[in-house]
């Protein structure tokens, strides 16, 4: 991004409102925008991972990432603003729109994993 374009860092009551309307399951914590992930095993963990990582080297937009057996937590903020930014909410959104994706309850042909058989389950979808 160019000096001469400054972007937008919201204000916490700002992010907190945004949070609250449009990614109800992130929160606002030391300055990050945060959403913890539950898996069901290390490898639904390493799923997560690479989505998370394809999504945000195709944004290049890079968010930290901590995570263990069955868990990855995703927090993001624009360094270089020092701040939340569009950047940090539409990154937010689109791994919030791939990672909770359930291709089975939408009739389209795909199913998706079998949520019942441990040898096959991935994340642990929202409700």
Known sequence: MSDAR???VYAPEEVTAKLAAELPHWTFEDGW???????ASWK???MVI??????????WHHPDLTASYAWVEVRLQTHSAKGITDKDFALAKKIEEVVQ????????GLEGTPQGDLRFAYVKYDK
């Open 6 to 8: 400054k972007e937008h």
């Open 33 to 39: 925008i945060r959403r913890t992930y539950k898996t």
């Open 44 to 46: 639904g963990t390493l």
């Open 50 to 59: 690479n989505t998370v990582g394809h999504l945000a080297e195709a944004a």
């Open 101 to 108: 994706w359930q291709p089975g309850g939408e009739g389209a």
